[in-house]
Protein backbone atom coordinates (compact mmCIF):
# COMPACT_ATOMS: atom_id res chain seq x y z
CA UNK A 1 0.00 0.00 0.00
CA UNK A 2 1.67 3.70 -1.14
CA UNK A 3 1.67 5.98 1.54
CA UNK A 4 -1.11 8.06 -0.47
CA UNK A 5 -3.49 5.20 0.52
CA UNK A 6 -2.39 5.03 3.77
CA UNK A 7 -3.40 8.64 4.56
CA UNK A 8 -6.20 8.68 3.12
CA UNK A 9 -7.14 5.18 5.40
CA UNK A 10 -6.01 7.52 8.49
CA UNK A 11 -8.41 10.53 7.50
CA UNK A 12 -11.57 8.01 7.35
CA UNK A 13 -10.54 6.65 10.87
CA UNK A 14 -10.21 10.26 12.37
CA UNK A 15 -13.76 11.17 10.80
CA UNK A 16 -15.27 8.18 11.97
CA UNK A 17 -14.02 8.88 15.71
CA UNK A 18 -15.33 12.50 15.67
CA UNK A 19 -18.49 10.97 13.44
CA UNK A 20 -19.10 8.78 16.62
CA UNK A 21 -18.49 11.34 19.45
CA UNK A 22 -20.49 14.23 18.23
CA UNK A 23 -23.34 11.23 17.67
CA UNK A 24 -22.43 10.19 21.58
CA UNK A 25 -22.54 14.14 23.19
CA UNK A 26 -25.89 14.43 20.94
CA UNK A 27 -27.28 11.57 22.32
CA UNK A 28 -26.14 12.63 26.05
CA UNK A 29 -27.89 15.79 25.64
CA UNK A 30 -30.59 14.63 23.85
CA UNK A 31 -30.71 12.31 27.11
CA UNK A 32 -29.82 15.30 29.15
CA UNK A 33 -32.69 17.54 27.93
CA UNK A 34 -35.59 14.41 28.47
CA UNK A 35 -34.91 13.94 32.23
CA UNK A 36 -34.36 17.71 32.65
CA UNK A 37 -37.97 17.81 31.05
CA UNK A 38 -39.54 14.93 32.95
CA UNK A 39 -38.21 16.55 36.28
CA UNK A 40 -39.41 20.10 35.24
CA UNK A 41 -42.92 18.30 34.52
CA UNK A 42 -42.67 16.22 37.74
CA UNK A 43 -41.96 19.26 39.59
CA UNK A 44 -44.83 21.30 37.80
CA UNK A 45 -47.73 18.65 39.18
CA UNK A 46 -45.74 18.37 42.46
CA UNK A 47 -46.63 22.35 42.69
CA UNK A 48 -50.24 22.21 40.75
CA UNK A 49 -50.81 19.34 43.32
CA UNK A 50 -49.48 21.78 46.47
CA UNK A 51 -51.70 24.79 45.04
CA UNK A 52 -54.10 23.14 45.06
CA UNK A 53 -53.81 22.11 48.92
CA UNK A 54 -52.52 25.19 49.66
CA UNK A 55 -55.36 27.09 48.06
CA UNK A 56 -58.32 25.14 49.56
CA UNK A 57 -55.95 26.09 53.00
CA UNK A 58 -56.19 29.90 52.46
CA UNK A 59 -59.75 30.40 51.42
CA UNK A 60 -60.73 28.39 54.45
CA UNK A 61 -58.90 30.01 56.86
CA UNK A 62 -60.51 33.27 54.74
CA UNK A 63 -63.72 31.63 55.72
CA UNK A 64 -62.91 31.18 58.96
CA UNK A 65 -61.92 34.57 59.80
CA UNK A 66 -65.57 35.63 58.02
CA UNK A 67 -67.51 33.60 60.52
CA UNK A 68 -65.53 34.37 63.60
CA UNK A 69 -64.68 30.95 64.40
CA UNK A 70 -60.80 33.17 64.31
CA UNK A 71 -60.60 36.07 66.01
CA UNK A 72 -59.42 38.99 68.53
CA UNK A 73 -60.40 36.82 71.61
CA UNK A 74 -58.84 33.30 70.28
CA UNK A 75 -55.61 34.68 68.86
CA UNK A 76 -57.03 33.78 65.58
CA UNK A 77 -56.53 30.25 66.13
CA UNK A 78 -58.59 27.32 64.91
CA UNK A 79 -59.04 24.24 66.88
CA UNK A 80 -60.42 20.91 65.93
CA UNK A 81 -64.48 21.86 66.50
CA UNK A 82 -63.41 25.45 64.26
CA UNK A 83 -61.41 23.25 61.55
CA UNK A 84 -64.46 20.69 61.54
CA UNK A 85 -66.97 23.70 61.07
CA UNK A 86 -64.68 24.44 57.82
CA UNK A 87 -64.67 20.84 56.34
CA UNK A 88 -68.33 19.24 57.62
CA UNK A 89 -70.20 19.42 54.25
CA UNK A 90 -67.07 17.87 52.29
CA UNK A 91 -67.26 14.34 51.44
CA UNK A 92 -64.65 11.97 52.64
CA UNK A 93 -62.55 15.05 54.75
CA UNK A 94 -61.40 15.07 58.15
CA UNK A 95 -59.32 16.98 60.91
CA UNK A 96 -56.85 14.16 62.74
CA UNK A 97 -54.63 15.63 65.41
CA UNK A 98 -50.58 16.52 63.52
CA UNK A 99 -49.05 13.18 65.23
CA UNK A 100 -51.59 10.84 63.60
CA UNK A 101 -50.58 11.74 60.02
CA UNK A 102 -47.27 9.98 59.35
CA UNK A 103 -46.09 12.87 57.20
CA UNK A 104 -47.02 15.89 59.47
CA UNK A 105 -45.52 13.14 62.31
CA UNK A 106 -41.69 13.75 60.30
CA UNK A 107 -42.34 17.49 59.84
CA UNK A 108 -40.96 20.42 61.76
CA UNK A 109 -42.91 21.14 64.52
CA UNK A 110 -45.55 23.65 64.10
CA UNK A 111 -45.72 26.52 66.37
CA UNK A 112 -49.40 27.03 67.21
CA UNK A 113 -50.85 26.26 70.45
CA UNK A 114 -51.67 22.51 71.46
CA UNK A 115 -55.10 23.30 71.22
CA UNK A 116 -54.65 24.49 67.60
CA UNK A 117 -52.20 20.99 66.42
CA UNK A 118 -54.67 19.57 63.87
CA UNK A 119 -54.52 18.35 60.52
CA UNK A 120 -57.08 18.47 57.66
CA UNK A 121 -57.19 16.11 55.18
CA UNK A 122 -59.37 16.70 51.97
CA UNK A 123 -59.36 13.89 49.39
CA UNK A 124 -59.37 15.17 45.17
CA UNK A 125 -59.89 13.33 42.51
CA UNK A 126 -56.53 11.85 42.05
CA UNK A 127 -54.81 12.45 45.20
CA UNK A 128 -55.35 13.61 49.34
CA UNK A 129 -54.84 17.12 50.28
CA UNK A 130 -52.97 17.68 53.96
CA UNK A 131 -52.99 20.93 55.23
CA UNK A 132 -52.31 22.36 58.55
CA UNK A 133 -51.84 26.09 60.30
CA UNK A 134 -48.08 26.15 60.84
CA UNK A 135 -47.99 29.40 62.83
CA UNK A 136 -50.27 32.24 63.37
CA UNK A 137 -48.87 36.06 64.00
CA UNK A 138 -51.73 38.35 65.02
CA UNK A 139 -52.10 41.73 63.98
CA UNK A 140 -49.84 44.55 65.32
CA UNK A 141 -50.91 48.15 66.09
CA UNK A 142 -48.67 50.16 67.36
CA UNK A 143 -47.88 53.46 65.58
CA UNK A 144 -44.50 53.88 63.77
CA UNK A 145 -44.14 57.23 65.21
CA UNK A 146 -44.14 55.29 67.91
CA UNK A 147 -41.49 53.02 67.22
CA UNK A 148 -44.40 50.23 66.42
CA UNK A 149 -44.32 48.21 62.99
CA UNK A 150 -47.80 47.73 62.13
CA UNK A 151 -49.06 44.65 60.32
CA UNK A 152 -52.04 42.58 58.94
CA UNK A 153 -52.77 39.44 60.29
CA UNK A 154 -49.95 36.71 58.69
CA UNK A 155 -50.75 33.25 58.83
CA UNK A 156 -48.38 30.46 57.71
CA UNK A 157 -50.01 27.40 56.13
CA UNK A 158 -48.33 24.17 55.40
CA UNK A 159 -49.52 21.64 52.48
CA UNK A 160 -49.15 18.68 51.28
CA UNK A 161 -51.00 15.70 49.18
CA UNK A 162 -50.29 11.84 49.10
CA UNK A 163 -51.43 8.91 46.91
CA UNK A 164 -55.04 8.23 46.97
CA UNK A 165 -54.23 4.78 46.79
CA UNK A 166 -53.16 2.52 49.75
CA UNK A 167 -49.96 3.31 49.90
CA UNK A 168 -50.07 7.14 50.95
CA UNK A 169 -47.08 7.54 48.81
CA UNK A 170 -46.17 11.50 49.60
CA UNK A 171 -46.98 13.19 45.50
CA UNK A 172 -46.02 16.27 46.42
CA UNK A 173 -43.72 17.71 49.02
CA UNK A 174 -44.85 20.12 51.77
CA UNK A 175 -45.17 23.58 50.91
CA UNK A 176 -45.58 26.65 53.56
CA UNK A 177 -47.53 29.52 52.41
CA UNK A 178 -47.25 32.92 54.01
CA UNK A 179 -50.51 34.22 53.66
CA UNK A 180 -51.79 38.47 55.01
CA UNK A 181 -55.39 38.63 55.42
CA UNK A 182 -57.74 42.02 56.27
CA UNK A 183 -60.92 43.40 56.08
CA UNK A 184 -62.04 46.39 55.14
CA UNK A 185 -63.40 48.11 58.28
CA UNK A 186 -65.95 50.96 58.57
CA UNK A 187 -62.82 52.64 60.73
CA UNK A 188 -61.09 52.85 57.09
CA UNK A 189 -63.39 55.75 55.95
CA UNK A 190 -63.70 59.27 57.25
CA UNK A 191 -67.44 58.91 56.82
CA UNK A 192 -70.30 56.27 55.34
CA UNK A 193 -73.71 57.71 55.42
CA UNK A 194 -76.91 56.24 54.28
CA UNK A 195 -77.76 59.60 53.92
CA UNK A 196 -76.41 62.40 51.92
CA UNK A 197 -73.25 63.80 53.49
CA UNK A 198 -73.73 68.04 53.34
CA UNK A 199 -71.25 70.40 54.98
CA UNK A 200 -73.34 74.05 54.80
CA UNK A 201 -71.30 77.20 55.68
CA UNK A 202 -68.77 75.14 57.21
CA UNK A 203 -65.10 75.68 55.67
CA UNK A 204 -63.26 73.62 58.79
CA UNK A 205 -63.60 70.26 57.45
CA UNK A 206 -60.12 68.45 56.43
CA UNK A 207 -60.96 65.43 53.87
CA UNK A 208 -57.71 63.10 53.96
CA UNK A 209 -59.28 60.07 53.99
CA UNK A 210 -62.53 58.56 51.96
CA UNK A 211 -66.49 59.75 52.45
CA UNK A 212 -69.07 57.47 51.42
CA UNK A 213 -72.98 57.96 50.75
CA UNK A 214 -75.05 54.75 49.87
CA UNK A 215 -77.39 57.78 47.66
CA UNK A 216 -80.53 57.59 49.59
CA UNK A 217 -82.72 60.53 49.34
CA UNK A 218 -84.01 63.27 52.05
CA UNK A 219 -85.67 66.30 52.46
CA UNK A 220 -83.02 68.32 53.94
CA UNK A 221 -84.98 70.77 56.54
CA UNK A 222 -82.74 71.18 58.85
CA UNK A 223 -79.23 71.84 57.45
CA UNK A 224 -80.31 73.70 54.02
CA UNK A 225 -83.53 75.53 55.18
CA UNK A 226 -86.66 75.34 52.44
CA UNK A 227 -87.19 71.62 52.21
CA UNK A 228 -84.42 71.43 49.32
CA UNK A 229 -84.09 67.87 48.45
CA UNK A 230 -80.28 66.67 48.33
CA UNK A 231 -78.56 63.13 47.29
CA UNK A 232 -75.17 62.24 47.87
CA UNK A 233 -72.14 64.24 48.86
CA UNK A 234 -72.41 68.37 48.85
CA UNK A 235 -70.33 70.92 50.15
CA UNK A 236 -71.01 74.09 49.99
CA UNK A 237 -68.14 75.90 50.76
CA UNK A 238 -64.32 74.17 49.71
CA UNK A 239 -62.49 72.43 52.16
CA UNK A 240 -59.36 71.72 53.19
CA UNK A 241 -58.33 68.37 50.46
CA UNK A 242 -55.45 66.41 50.86
CA UNK A 243 -54.35 63.72 48.32
CA UNK A 244 -55.43 61.25 50.13
CA UNK A 245 -59.19 62.52 49.99
CA UNK A 246 -61.80 60.14 48.36
CA UNK A 247 -64.97 60.50 47.21
CA UNK A 248 -68.08 57.66 46.90
CA UNK A 249 -71.58 57.35 46.29
CA UNK A 250 -74.52 54.90 45.42
CA UNK A 251 -77.09 54.63 42.76
CA UNK A 252 -75.72 57.65 41.19
CA UNK A 253 -76.24 60.47 44.24
CA UNK A 254 -74.05 63.25 42.72
CA UNK A 255 -70.97 64.16 44.11
CA UNK A 256 -69.96 68.35 44.75
CA UNK A 257 -67.44 69.33 46.45
CA UNK A 258 -65.41 72.37 45.23
CA UNK A 259 -62.39 73.06 45.11
CA UNK A 260 -61.42 69.25 45.81
CA UNK A 261 -59.28 67.63 42.55
CA UNK A 262 -60.41 64.23 44.17
CA UNK A 263 -64.15 64.83 43.42
CA UNK A 264 -63.76 64.79 39.41
CA UNK A 265 -64.85 61.72 38.08
CA UNK A 266 -65.20 60.12 41.75
CA UNK A 267 -67.37 57.21 41.35
CA UNK A 268 -71.31 57.37 41.39
CA UNK A 269 -71.60 53.92 41.36
CA UNK A 270 -69.90 52.21 43.90
CA UNK A 271 -71.29 49.46 45.98
CA UNK A 272 -73.88 49.95 49.29
CA UNK A 273 -71.49 49.76 52.40
CA UNK A 274 -74.13 48.09 54.45
CA UNK A 275 -74.52 49.17 58.31
CA UNK A 276 -76.40 45.69 59.07
CA UNK A 277 -72.73 44.59 59.71
CA UNK A 278 -73.25 46.11 63.14
CA UNK A 279 -75.51 43.42 64.03
CA UNK A 280 -72.78 40.99 63.29
CA UNK A 281 -70.39 42.52 65.26
CA UNK A 282 -72.93 42.56 68.37
CA UNK A 283 -73.42 38.67 67.90
CA UNK A 284 -69.83 38.19 67.72
CA UNK A 285 -68.99 40.09 70.95
CA UNK A 286 -71.79 38.58 72.62
CA UNK A 287 -70.48 34.77 71.65
CA UNK A 288 -66.82 36.19 73.07
CA UNK A 289 -67.83 37.30 76.32
CA UNK A 290 -64.94 36.90 79.06
CA UNK A 291 -61.59 38.63 79.83
CA UNK A 292 -61.39 40.01 76.51
CA UNK A 293 -65.22 41.23 75.80
CA UNK A 294 -66.81 42.35 79.06
CA UNK A 295 -70.91 42.05 78.94
CA UNK A 296 -72.61 44.04 80.91
CA UNK A 297 -75.95 43.64 81.27
CA UNK A 298 -79.37 45.05 82.72
CA UNK A 299 -77.42 47.51 84.59
CA UNK A 300 -78.72 50.97 82.37
CA UNK A 301 -77.71 53.70 82.51
CA UNK A 302 -74.17 52.89 82.07
CA UNK A 303 -71.29 55.00 82.79
CA UNK A 304 -68.13 54.84 81.32
CA UNK A 305 -64.90 55.76 82.09
CA UNK A 306 -61.65 55.58 79.61
CA UNK A 307 -58.73 55.98 81.12
CA UNK A 308 -54.54 54.26 81.91
CA UNK A 309 -54.46 51.07 80.81
CA UNK A 310 -58.59 50.46 81.83
CA UNK A 311 -62.14 51.29 81.17
CA UNK A 312 -64.44 52.00 84.04
CA UNK A 313 -68.29 50.81 83.98
CA UNK A 314 -70.80 51.93 86.38
CA UNK A 315 -67.25 52.32 88.89
CA UNK A 316 -65.81 48.83 88.15
CA UNK A 317 -62.68 48.71 86.77
CA UNK A 318 -61.65 45.75 84.11
CA UNK A 319 -57.91 46.01 82.70
CA UNK A 320 -56.85 45.71 78.78
CA UNK A 321 -55.84 42.61 78.07
CA UNK A 322 -52.24 42.91 76.59
CA UNK A 323 -50.26 41.93 73.22
CA UNK A 324 -47.25 42.37 71.96
CA UNK A 325 -47.53 45.51 71.72
CA UNK A 326 -50.72 46.76 72.85
CA UNK A 327 -53.60 46.47 74.97
CA UNK A 328 -57.21 45.67 74.18
CA UNK A 329 -60.61 45.20 75.36
CA UNK A 330 -64.06 45.36 74.12
CA UNK A 331 -67.44 46.38 76.21
CA UNK A 332 -71.03 45.28 75.32
CA UNK A 333 -73.80 46.93 76.98
CA UNK A 334 -77.57 46.89 76.71
CA UNK A 335 -78.48 50.65 77.08
CA UNK A 336 -77.83 54.16 76.69
CA UNK A 337 -74.51 54.84 77.48
CA UNK A 338 -72.57 57.85 78.71
CA UNK A 339 -68.59 57.75 77.78
CA UNK A 340 -65.93 60.23 78.87
CA UNK A 341 -62.46 60.05 79.55
CA UNK A 342 -59.08 59.38 77.87
CA UNK A 343 -57.71 56.03 76.64
CA UNK A 344 -54.05 55.15 77.04
CA UNK A 345 -51.66 51.87 77.66
CA UNK A 346 -48.22 51.58 78.69
CA UNK A 347 -45.87 54.10 76.74
CA UNK A 348 -45.16 53.24 73.11
CA UNK A 349 -48.05 50.67 73.26
CA UNK A 350 -51.48 51.27 71.70
CA UNK A 351 -54.63 51.40 73.83
CA UNK A 352 -57.40 49.87 72.17
CA UNK A 353 -61.17 49.82 73.29
CA UNK A 354 -64.49 49.23 71.43
CA UNK A 355 -67.69 50.09 73.45
CA UNK A 356 -70.70 48.76 71.91
CA UNK A 357 -74.59 49.31 72.61
CA UNK A 358 -77.82 47.27 71.68
CA UNK A 359 -81.03 47.09 72.85
CA UNK A 360 -81.62 44.21 75.35
CA UNK A 361 -84.89 43.65 73.87
CA UNK A 362 -86.80 44.05 70.88
CA UNK A 363 -89.88 46.50 72.35
CA UNK A 364 -87.06 48.70 73.78
CA UNK A 365 -85.69 52.08 71.89
CA UNK A 366 -82.47 52.16 69.96
CA UNK A 367 -80.05 52.95 72.57
CA UNK A 368 -77.76 56.04 72.73
CA UNK A 369 -73.85 56.60 73.28
CA UNK A 370 -73.29 60.16 74.74
CA UNK A 371 -69.93 61.51 74.64
CA UNK A 372 -69.45 63.78 77.27
CA UNK A 373 -66.28 66.07 79.26
CA UNK A 374 -64.09 68.43 78.74
CA UNK A 375 -61.27 68.02 76.53
CA UNK A 376 -60.28 65.26 75.00
CA UNK A 377 -62.63 62.07 74.71
CA UNK A 378 -61.41 58.81 73.32
CA UNK A 379 -57.98 58.00 72.43
CA UNK A 380 -55.56 59.92 74.29
CA UNK A 381 -52.73 60.17 71.62
CA UNK A 382 -54.42 60.17 68.27
CA UNK A 383 -51.53 58.61 66.46
CA UNK A 384 -51.49 55.71 68.72
CA UNK A 385 -54.55 54.96 71.02
CA UNK A 386 -57.82 53.82 69.37
CA UNK A 387 -61.38 54.22 70.48
CA UNK A 388 -64.52 52.61 69.00
CA UNK A 389 -67.99 53.34 69.85
CA UNK A 390 -70.73 51.24 68.33
CA UNK A 391 -74.61 52.47 68.86
CA UNK A 392 -77.97 50.90 67.75
CA UNK A 393 -79.39 54.35 67.84
CA UNK A 394 -77.76 57.48 68.27
CA UNK A 395 -73.65 58.92 69.42
CA UNK A 396 -74.84 61.79 70.73
CA UNK A 397 -72.58 65.44 71.48
CA UNK A 398 -73.34 66.85 74.97
CA UNK A 399 -72.39 69.97 76.07
CA UNK A 400 -74.23 72.91 78.35
CA UNK A 401 -77.26 74.32 79.22
CA UNK A 402 -77.77 77.37 80.82
CA UNK A 403 -80.77 75.00 83.25
CA UNK A 404 -81.04 71.48 84.21
CA UNK A 405 -77.64 68.83 83.29
CA UNK A 406 -74.55 70.89 81.69
CA UNK A 407 -71.59 70.04 80.56
CA UNK A 408 -68.31 71.37 78.97
CA UNK A 409 -67.52 71.43 75.66
CA UNK A 410 -65.26 69.28 74.28
CA UNK A 411 -61.80 70.04 72.34
CA UNK A 412 -60.93 67.05 70.96
CA UNK A 413 -62.88 63.97 70.19
CA UNK A 414 -60.57 60.81 69.14
CA UNK A 415 -63.13 57.82 68.10
CA UNK A 416 -64.35 55.75 65.73
CA UNK A 417 -68.13 56.06 65.81
CA UNK A 418 -71.06 54.35 64.44
CA UNK A 419 -74.48 55.04 64.73
CA UNK A 420 -76.38 51.82 62.87
CA UNK A 421 -80.10 53.59 63.50
CA UNK A 422 -79.33 57.25 63.86
CA UNK A 423 -76.79 59.89 63.50
CA UNK A 424 -73.69 61.74 65.15
CA UNK A 425 -75.74 64.65 66.27
CA UNK A 426 -76.46 66.92 69.00
CA UNK A 427 -79.24 65.73 71.44
CA UNK A 428 -82.01 64.35 69.29
CA UNK A 429 -84.57 66.40 71.32
CA UNK A 430 -83.13 69.53 69.27
CA UNK A 431 -83.47 67.84 65.82
CA UNK A 432 -86.70 69.37 65.31
CA UNK A 433 -88.16 71.50 62.55
CA UNK A 434 -88.93 74.50 64.50
CA UNK A 435 -87.33 75.53 67.54
CA UNK A 436 -88.28 73.83 70.43
CA UNK A 437 -89.87 75.72 73.63
CA UNK A 438 -87.15 75.99 75.71
CA UNK A 439 -84.01 79.07 76.17
CA UNK A 440 -81.59 77.94 73.04
CA UNK A 441 -79.08 80.62 74.58
CA UNK A 442 -75.64 79.09 76.34
CA UNK A 443 -76.17 75.81 74.56
CA UNK A 444 -73.36 76.38 72.01
CA UNK A 445 -69.65 75.88 71.93
CA UNK A 446 -68.68 78.17 69.45
CA UNK A 447 -64.59 77.11 69.68
CA UNK A 448 -63.21 74.83 67.34
CA UNK A 449 -63.80 70.95 68.23
CA UNK A 450 -61.66 69.00 65.98
CA UNK A 451 -63.41 65.41 65.16
CA UNK A 452 -60.21 63.15 64.45
CA UNK A 453 -61.20 59.97 63.52
CA UNK A 454 -64.64 58.15 61.80
CA UNK A 455 -68.41 58.92 61.70
CA UNK A 456 -70.91 56.16 60.09
CA UNK A 457 -74.12 56.59 60.31
CA UNK A 458 -77.72 55.86 58.96
CA UNK A 459 -78.46 59.94 59.22
CA UNK A 460 -76.49 63.11 58.44
CA UNK A 461 -73.68 64.07 60.72
CA UNK A 462 -75.17 67.48 62.85
CA UNK A 463 -72.75 68.78 64.98
CA UNK A 464 -75.10 71.59 65.65
CA UNK A 465 -78.29 73.15 64.61
CA UNK A 466 -80.05 76.60 64.61
CA UNK A 467 -83.18 77.67 63.40
CA UNK A 468 -84.51 81.16 61.53
CA UNK A 469 -85.99 83.89 64.01
CA UNK A 470 -89.89 84.22 62.88
CA UNK A 471 -89.72 86.58 65.90
CA UNK A 472 -86.76 88.75 65.77
CA UNK A 473 -85.48 88.10 62.06
CA UNK A 474 -82.06 86.64 61.41
CA UNK A 475 -81.63 82.98 63.55
CA UNK A 476 -81.74 81.71 66.66
CA UNK A 477 -78.72 80.97 69.25
CA UNK A 478 -77.22 77.85 67.80
CA UNK A 479 -77.26 74.43 69.84
CA UNK A 480 -73.76 72.46 70.05
CA UNK A 481 -70.45 72.44 68.31
CA UNK A 482 -70.97 75.40 66.20
CA UNK A 483 -67.23 75.29 64.84
CA UNK A 484 -66.43 71.17 64.03
CA UNK A 485 -63.39 70.56 62.22
CA UNK A 486 -63.46 66.96 61.19
CA UNK A 487 -60.92 64.97 59.54
CA UNK A 488 -59.65 60.99 59.40
CA UNK A 489 -57.20 59.82 61.54
CA UNK A 490 -54.83 57.74 59.86
CA UNK A 491 -53.95 55.56 62.52
CA UNK A 492 -57.50 54.01 62.33
CA UNK A 493 -56.39 52.33 59.10
CA UNK A 494 -53.37 50.86 60.85
CA UNK A 495 -55.06 50.31 64.07
CA UNK A 496 -58.94 49.45 63.84
CA UNK A 497 -61.14 49.11 67.29
CA UNK A 498 -61.12 45.59 68.56
CA UNK A 499 -64.22 43.44 67.02
CA UNK A 500 -65.33 46.79 64.68
CA UNK A 501 -67.51 45.80 62.15
CA UNK A 502 -66.06 44.96 58.80
CA UNK A 503 -67.49 47.56 55.54
CA UNK A 504 -65.88 44.44 53.49
CA UNK A 505 -65.61 40.69 53.83
CA UNK A 506 -62.31 39.67 54.79
CA UNK A 507 -59.56 39.25 51.84
CA UNK A 508 -56.22 37.95 51.32
CA UNK A 509 -54.07 40.94 51.39
CA UNK A 510 -51.00 38.92 49.81
CA UNK A 511 -49.91 35.39 49.44
CA UNK A 512 -46.38 33.99 48.19
CA UNK A 513 -44.19 30.72 49.11
CA UNK A 514 -42.51 31.35 52.48
CA UNK A 515 -39.13 32.09 53.02
CA UNK A 516 -37.27 29.44 54.90
CA UNK A 517 -35.29 32.04 57.21
CA UNK A 518 -39.11 33.32 58.71
CA UNK A 519 -39.91 29.68 59.86
CA UNK A 520 -37.08 29.18 62.68
CA UNK A 521 -34.13 30.84 64.15
CA UNK A 522 -34.26 34.59 65.40
CA UNK A 523 -36.66 35.70 62.81
CA UNK A 524 -39.40 33.14 63.54
CA UNK A 525 -42.64 35.36 64.65
CA UNK A 526 -41.67 38.64 63.15
CA UNK A 527 -44.12 39.95 60.85
CA UNK A 528 -41.82 41.93 58.74
CA UNK A 529 -39.90 38.96 57.79
CA UNK A 530 -41.17 37.96 54.32
Known amino acids: MGPARQGERGITIAMAVLALTIISLLMLYIGTQTLNSMFTARKKQER ?264 RVNGRSYGLVGGPDSGSLAVLLDGDVTVRGALSYQPGKAGRVTIATRRRTVTDRNPRVHLRGGGTVGGATRDLDTVGIISQGDVVLDGPAPAGPSYPCMSNINVAAIAQAGSVTVSPEFVTLAPPAVALGGRECSGAVRFHGAFAGHGQFLASIKWPDIVNGGVTPSVGYSNPALDYNDNLYLNPPPFFPAATPWSMTRVKDADTKCLIGPEAGNPACE
Not at 118 to 143: C, H, M, N
Request: a neutral charge; charged letters at 15%.
Open 48 to 311: SVGMAAGDSAVEKYRAALQAHLADEANGFQLDAAALRALVDQQPGADVVANGQTSVAAHLTPVRVPASSQFTVKEPGTDSIGWWQVYDVLPPRYASPAHGGTPSDLVVYIRAWATDKGGSGAVVTKPRIFRVEYRPGYFSDYESVTDAPFIVRDNPSYTINGPIHSNGYQITDWLTMGGGTTHRGIWFEKAPTCTPKARFSTSQGAPISVPGCPAAAGAQTSARQISLLGVQDAFDHMNRRCGAYVVCVTGAAPYDVVLGAGSV
